[in-house]
Protein backbone atom coordinates (compact mmCIF):
# COMPACT_ATOMS: atom_id res chain seq x y z
CA UNK A 1 0.00 0.00 0.00
CA UNK A 2 1.53 3.27 -0.91
CA UNK A 3 0.20 6.57 0.43
CA UNK A 4 0.03 9.34 -1.19
CA UNK A 5 -0.87 12.88 0.83
CA UNK A 6 -1.49 16.10 -0.89
CA UNK A 7 -2.93 19.58 0.22
CA UNK A 8 -0.27 21.67 1.45
CA UNK A 9 0.83 25.17 0.65
CA UNK A 10 1.28 28.40 1.95
CA UNK A 11 -1.12 29.70 4.34
CA UNK A 12 -1.22 33.06 6.61
CA UNK A 13 -1.76 32.80 9.80
CA UNK A 14 -5.24 32.38 10.90
CA UNK A 15 -6.35 30.27 8.06
CA UNK A 16 -7.14 26.93 7.74
CA UNK A 17 -5.86 23.97 5.03
CA UNK A 18 -7.07 20.74 4.50
CA UNK A 19 -4.51 17.46 3.89
CA UNK A 20 -5.70 14.68 2.09
CA UNK A 21 -3.69 11.10 2.85
CA UNK A 22 -4.93 8.63 -0.43
CA UNK A 23 -4.10 4.89 0.15
CA UNK A 24 -3.12 3.17 -3.25
CA UNK A 25 -5.65 -0.28 -1.68
CA UNK A 26 -8.41 0.00 1.32
CA UNK A 27 -8.10 1.06 4.24
CA UNK A 28 -9.31 -1.17 6.09
CA UNK A 29 -7.07 -3.36 7.09
CA UNK A 30 -5.28 -0.36 9.13
CA UNK A 31 -5.38 -0.03 13.09
CA UNK A 32 -4.53 3.73 12.82
CA UNK A 33 -4.06 6.19 10.64
CA UNK A 34 -2.03 9.36 11.60
CA UNK A 35 -0.99 12.90 10.59
CA UNK A 36 2.65 13.29 12.03
CA UNK A 37 4.67 16.58 11.56
CA UNK A 38 8.47 18.14 10.87
CA UNK A 39 9.53 20.98 11.49
CA UNK A 40 13.21 21.88 10.20
CA UNK A 41 15.59 21.45 12.73
CA UNK A 42 13.25 18.93 14.89
CA UNK A 43 12.10 15.69 15.79
CA UNK A 44 8.93 13.87 14.29
CA UNK A 45 5.77 14.37 16.40
CA UNK A 46 2.09 13.30 16.23
CA UNK A 47 -0.47 15.44 15.30
CA UNK A 48 -3.47 13.11 15.21
CA UNK A 49 -4.75 9.71 14.92
CA UNK A 50 -7.61 8.15 13.60
CA UNK A 51 -8.56 4.76 14.83
CA UNK A 52 -10.45 1.99 12.66
CA UNK A 53 -13.26 2.30 14.37
CA UNK A 54 -13.24 6.26 13.71
CA UNK A 55 -11.58 7.51 17.48
CA UNK A 56 -9.65 10.33 17.06
CA UNK A 57 -6.85 11.71 19.54
CA UNK A 58 -4.83 14.93 19.36
CA UNK A 59 -1.64 16.00 20.33
CA UNK A 60 -1.94 18.98 22.67
CA UNK A 61 -1.16 21.86 20.16
CA UNK A 62 -3.69 20.89 17.99
CA UNK A 63 -7.07 20.30 19.90
CA UNK A 64 -9.67 22.43 19.07
CA UNK A 65 -8.02 23.69 16.02
CA UNK A 66 -7.09 20.36 13.98
CA UNK A 67 -10.07 17.78 12.77
CA UNK A 68 -8.95 14.32 11.56
CA UNK A 69 -11.29 12.33 9.72
CA UNK A 70 -11.61 9.34 7.16
CA UNK A 71 -13.67 8.40 4.00
CA UNK A 72 -13.46 4.49 3.53
CA UNK A 73 -15.31 4.48 0.33
CA UNK A 74 -12.74 6.66 -0.82
CA UNK A 75 -9.47 5.12 0.79
CA UNK A 76 -8.45 8.59 2.33
CA UNK A 77 -7.80 10.48 5.46
CA UNK A 78 -8.00 13.83 5.81
CA UNK A 79 -6.27 16.31 8.54
CA UNK A 80 -8.22 20.38 8.59
CA UNK A 81 -6.49 22.59 10.46
CA UNK A 82 -8.60 26.22 11.57
CA UNK A 83 -6.71 28.95 13.04
CA UNK A 84 -3.37 27.93 11.91
CA UNK A 85 -0.39 29.66 13.36
CA UNK A 86 3.53 30.08 12.39
CA UNK A 87 4.79 27.08 14.68
CA UNK A 88 2.66 25.04 12.25
CA UNK A 89 5.30 25.01 9.76
CA UNK A 90 6.48 21.86 9.28
CA UNK A 91 6.46 19.04 6.56
CA UNK A 92 3.11 16.89 7.13
CA UNK A 93 3.72 13.00 6.53
CA UNK A 94 0.29 10.61 6.76
CA UNK A 95 0.63 7.01 8.06
CA UNK A 96 -1.16 3.76 8.56
CA UNK A 97 -0.34 1.21 10.79
CA UNK A 98 -1.22 -2.73 10.40
CA UNK A 99 0.17 -5.10 13.21
CA UNK A 100 2.54 -5.99 11.20
CA UNK A 101 3.37 -2.96 9.47
CA UNK A 102 3.72 0.73 9.20
CA UNK A 103 3.33 2.99 6.10
CA UNK A 104 4.17 6.42 5.47
CA UNK A 105 3.05 9.17 2.78
CA UNK A 106 6.05 10.97 1.26
CA UNK A 107 4.96 14.28 2.92
CA UNK A 108 3.36 17.62 2.20
CA UNK A 109 4.95 21.12 3.10
CA UNK A 110 2.71 23.07 5.05
CA UNK A 111 3.91 26.90 5.36
CA UNK A 112 2.22 29.47 7.80
CA UNK A 113 3.56 32.85 7.41
CA UNK A 114 2.44 36.58 6.48
Known amino acids: VQLQASGGGWVQPGGSLKLSCAAS????????MGWYRQAPGKQRELVAV???????RYADFAKGRFSMSKDNAKNTAYLGMNRLKPEDTAVYYC?????????WGQGTQVTVSS
Open 50 to 56: ITSGGIT
Open 95 to 103: NAKTIQLDY
Open 25 to 32: GSIFGFND
